[in-house]
């Protein structure tokens, strides 16, 4: 007897090997294999031994010890990559994995992923190839550039350049461009990893042309010029164009490279969107260089592409730093389709994704938030307030930091009396959905931003809040 009086838990557990002779288990091993099978059972057995010991009046039967066994196997073998909502508002948004990409470049992911292909292997001479071919005819048509390479991501292709360019030699910056991004990415620390010696001129707010006069010399590798992600500087500011640094650089023979950032293929006006300096337009004003990401307002996978002259290329290409950053035959299959839709400009806005969801009219969005309020109304019951609003989604990314899209969505408040973090409460548990919810809390206010919450997932997204709902009671 315990000493209070109590009888002692019973502790005796079934043999492992009689828990995985039964014939229930007959499909778990047979789906997860016998040996994870089998540690993962003695580390379920032991966590139950251990809560008997502790008081807890726990089944031991071997149903209900096998049914510990699936839920744990089923846990240790789910995906912590997850599709989710994004209602941010976001629409590029980094955290969420930027752009979303059109079937096309699906189907083509999935092609690469079933068979070989000729990634380098040119098939007309039967010799090795050049991966960059696969996608340099459709790149230098739609940016002007001689020739083109590709790395992984933009901040590698500013990397690269830097250091097949620069290493040892000076690199010209406005200090108003001495940008830092997500993840703590900064230009000046770029430069040393490269190897270049940063030369800053001017001032924060303005730099002039004479200021990139008086330190170009020999000494320097490039005059670069850096697109600032994220913010703006407004007020008394002078910033020096690539069109009016060109004949500088051509005086000096020194080439301007300019880090563009998110970097679009086509003029985003004729969409009714803000304008935003498009490569090709860099490019003719005088850029030798430019490096632009695939996964921002191009609408493509990750990756990071160098345009521009062919010489320049050429000795970029040749770095062995080129080899350590290039990218895999998933990146240019989804990238070929994705390019080729480019060829098609008056089709763009209903092909290409990322440009569907930010040309989405906002009386699509306004009558999907009408709709949705009462169902989530009632999810959530009289502990929160749903209302349709209106509200301002943004590109995301670094793309026009400071413009805004009019959008709709559902704006939730927390109801009269309530205490606590309602709003806060509520987020983790859209978080915790089958498909998560991302919103964003401002103003005392949780926003579902519906611009990327498109008609064929509404389905979806209803059909889950009966669990919402559940996990409040």
Known sequence: MAADGAAPPNLRLPAVHVLLDDPACAALLAQYGREQSVETLRTVLSEVRARLLAGEALDTAPAALLALLDARLRSNNASKLVPVFNLTGTV?????????????????????????????????????????????????????????????????????????????????????ELVEIGGAFRIPDIMTRAGAILREVGTTNRTHLKDYAEFAGAQTAMLLKVHTSNYAITGFTKEVTVAELAPLARERGIPIAVDLGSGTLVDLERYGLPHETTVKETIAAGADLVTFSGDKLLGGPQCGIIAGRADLIAAIKKNPLKRALRVSKLTLAALEPVLNLYRAPDLLPERLTTLRLLTRPAAAMRALAEALQAPLQEALGTAYKVAAAPMSSQIGSGALPVDRLPSYGLAIRAGAGVRGNPLGVLERRLRALPRPVVGRIADDTLWLDLRCLEEPQRDVFIRQLAQLASSAA
């Open 92 to 176: 590029l948004h980094t955290n969420l994995g930027r752009a979303l990409l059109p079937d096309e470049a699906v189907q083509a992911v999935v092609e690469a992923l079933r068979w070989p292909m000729n990634l380098e292997w040119d098939l007309e001479t039967g010799s090795r190839g050049d991966r960059d071919n696969l996608v340099e005819a459709q790149l230098r048509a739609l940016t002007g550039a001689e020739a083109v390479t590709i790395v992984n991501n933009n901040a590698a292709a500013v990397l690269l350049m830097l250091n097949a360019l620069g290493a040892g030699r000076e690199v010209i910056v406005s200090r108003g």
